[in-house]
């Protein structure tokens, strides 16, 4: 957005939203694929859900057929759908050059320290043996709130 004002006040070709264009350095259009490489079929991650799961998930499939660390640049955005899939097509142009930088803006982005607790882990926390039910209480207070 501020850089089609700039390119527009200044000159030089408006990127329009119609456009495609990649997040990461020509350097990694120009990495070749391997022989009888087979595409694998990645688990999807919308914008919900353990980011540091996806990752290792995502990390292992490609392994598990031989991909590169440069390659995992090209296909991580195969893994991804809507809120997910969004915050990849919203990423600057050209400015991913490895995997470390791609996983880091990923997780900076979506990645939450606060684990939900569902109703059934709540009903089955138990009183400890000799904890006073206030201890009990409060604990169970603490986990339902965070």
Same mark, same amino acid.
């Given at each position: 957005m501020i850089a089609n004002f700039i390119r527009a006040q200044y000159g030089g070709p408006l990127q329009t939203s119609? $456009? @495609? !264009? &990649? !997040? @990461?350095?020509? =350097?990694?259009? %120009?990495l070749r694929t391997l022989l009888r490489y087979q595409l694998p079929k990645f688990q999807q991650f919308d914008g919900k859900g353990n980011t540091k799961q996806h990752i290792v998930h995502f990390v292992q499939t490609c392994e598990n057929v031989g991909s590169r660390t440069d +390659? *995992?640049? &090209? +296909?991580?955005?195969r893994s991804l759908k809507g809120n997910g899939f969004g915050w990849y097509t919203d990423l600057e142009l050209e400015v991913i050059d490895s995997w470390e930088q791609l996983a880091n803006e990923f997780l900076n982005c979506f990645y939450s320290t606060r684990c939900t607790i569902s109703m059934m882990e *709540?009903?089955? $926390?138990? +009183? =400890?043996k000799e904890e006073p039910v206030i201890d009990y *209480? %409060? &604990?169970w207070r603490a986990l339902s709130l965070d």
């Open positions: 119609f $456009m @495609y !264009s &990649r !997040s @990461y350095t020509k =350097r990694k259009d %120009n +390659q *995992l640049v &090209r +296909q991580f955005v *709540l009903t089955n $926390m138990k +009183q =400890r *209480l %409060n &604990r």
